[in-house]
């Protein structure tokens, strides 16, 4: 507390974290190695540092930290992303619309295999985003398709060219977000410098706009939509959750949570405005095909890929020593159902009535959902980053942090995980977030009974 205090009376030493902060993004986005996780680490956790030191001492003056934010940002502008190859499919998917094709019909190994090349830099983008990605059927929505289009508008012949073009996009969508997210905890009675634990965070700006995951846009939809809920424009509110969730699927696991915000009447067609719309941006791409060719594309994430699971490792190793062999096809299918189960619990049994409640219960939901899953990237935690700004939860800030342990995994050619750093990415998560549930709260009872 005394070194908070002494950066915040000492501008210079502000300015000096801002100095270094600056320093550590140029070295993240231009001078790092995925394979050199020594490196990734001691850096990322510097900043990490550096971004508490920050927010401690600045939280009450919005334009700066937001200054510092798109600042941090823009560093990364001509950055070629180094712990991610998905944006190589991205712009393959781009650049497939544009010359007319159908993203959801083909596999990107399938015209390699012919030697066909129906984009420019096909080769190039193919070696790119790697076998495994190339030889399945894109999974994403229509509307993240749109932004990969918008992406190619200016970069057909130029792999960094579409890359800043994505960057631009998601740049504008976490301005979008630390716009609509200060009005709405402006409206909730809630500090508006917890923004800033999203928009200044290390894990964010390194995930989202230096390795270009599209969470970004999809949580704009998702603020934009629980603002325009909050002020009673709820038909509005739908059409922006179908668009979130025409980014990226998760939101829809959300949909049973509004259960007790709305008369019958209202959510049936609350419901109705947000399935018609998702359905309807669909509709370009739509026939058999597509069909069983996305079917089998999202059956992938439950039935076939591993990665930094938590409570699924251990059903694994159950399955190993009962079975001989890998059941991630069972598992993959009994998990999802404990999910849902876990989610109807929380839309029946648990009030969900206010904004901040139906908040929480979506912070709640999407937890269980990835310390279920089979695979968690480490981009996923950035829809809990967002959500925990709205409640009195912080475990989703500790594993912003810890999620960075996953990236040890390719530190060697074979790329194995190491269970026990995934155990501890997990033990530092689960046990800040009992201590918030059951320790703190109790606590907190106890003070209420004294008084």
């Given at each position: ?397 500790v594993w912003s942090f810890s999620v960075i342990l996953s990236y040890s995994a390719y530190s060697n050619n074979q790329f194995n995980e190491n ?33």
């Amino acid at each position: 507390m005394k070194l908070i205090s002494t950066i915040k009376n000492n501008p210079i030493l502000f300015y000096a974290l801002i100095g270094l902060s600056a320093i550590g993004y140029f070295l993240f986005a231009y001078h790092t190695q995925r394979a050199d996780y020594a490196h990734v680490f001691v850096v990322y956790a510097a900043l990490f540092l550096l971004f508490v030191g920050m927010y401690q001492t600045q939280k009450n003056n919005f334009l700066t930290l937001a200054g510092i934010g798109i600042l941090f940002r823009i560093i990364f502008i001509v950055a070629i992303p180094n712990l991610s190859q998905d944006f190589y499919r991205f712009i393959w998917d781009g650049r497939m619309l544009l010359n007319g094709f159908n993203p959801y019909l083909f596999t990107p190994e399938s015209f390699i295999q012919s030697g066909e090349l129906p984009i420019n830099q096909a080769q190039e983008l193919y070696q790119g985003m790697g076998q495994l990605n190339g030889s399945n059927f894109t999974n994403y929505p229509p509307i993240n398709q749109l932004c990969f289009v918008l992406a190619n508008l200016f970069g057909t012949n130029s792999i960094l060219g579409s890359v800043i073009g994505l960057r631009f996009q998601l740049i504008l969508a976490d301005i979008g977000i630390l716009y609509f997210g200060k009005k709405l905890l402006e409206k909730l009675h809630l500090p508006v410098s917890t923004i800033f634990l999203y928009f200044l965070n290390p894990f964010i700006i390194i995930e989202l706009t230096g390795n270009l995951h599209f969470e970004g846009v999809m949580l704009f939809f998702l603020v934009w939509s629980l603002y325009l809920l909050h002020t009673q424009k709820w038909k509005w509110a739908a059409i922006l959750l179908a668009l979130s969730v025409s980014v990226k699927l998760i939101p829809l696991i959300f949909l049973p949570l509004f259960y007790q915000r709305f008369k019958l009447k209202q959510l049936l067609i609350f419901y109705g405005i947000t399935l018609v719309t998702f359905v309807v941006l669909f509709i370009p791409f739509f026939n058999t095909a597509f069909i069983v060719n996305y079917s089998e594309s999202i059956g992938l994430w439950f039935k076939t890929f591993e990665f930094n699971a938590s409570f699924y490792y251990i059903a694994r190793a159950i399955g190993y020593q009962i079975s001989g062999y890998n059941q991630i096809a069972v598992i993959g299918k009994i998990l999802p159902v404990v999910v849902v189960l876990i989610i109807l619990g929380f839309t029946f049994f648990r009030e969900n009535k206010t904004s901040i409640q139906l908040i929480t219960a979506m912070l709640l939901s999407l937890s269980i959902y990835f310390l279920l899953s089979t695979t968690v990237h480490p981009w996923y935690v950035a829809s809990l980053v967002f959500l925990s700004v709205f409640t009195k939860y912080r475990f989703a800030l500790v594993w912003s942090f810890s999620v960075i342990l996953s990236y040890s995994a390719y530190s060697n050619n074979q790329f194995n995980e190491n269970l026990w750093i995934v155990a501890l990415e997990y033990l530092l998560v689960l046990g800040w977030f009992i201590w918030e549930m059951v320790v703190r709260k109790k606590h907190f009872f106890k003070l209420i009974v004294r008084k």
